[in-house]
């Protein structure tokens, strides 16, 4: 069984005022094409995934 562990992702983290989207939005598209590649049995998050404890919609 292969397995991806991740942490910590923070989604909707802005920087000094700057929104972080892009970037976050290129993680998750690098993360399912690793997924796919690997052949990955399942994804383990540990950690945050959103950065404040209600994210928007």
């Given amino acids: ?29 690098w993360l399912l094409d690793t997924l796919v590649e690997q052949q990955a049995a399942a994804l383990l998050i540990a950690g945050d995934v959103f950065d404040t404890a209600n994210p928007p919609a």
């Fill in 1 to 29: 069984m292969r397995l991806i562990h991740t942490a910590d992702w923070h989604l909707g983290q802005s920087l000094h005022g700057f929104e972080r989207s892009y970037e976050q939005q290129c993680f998750l598209d």
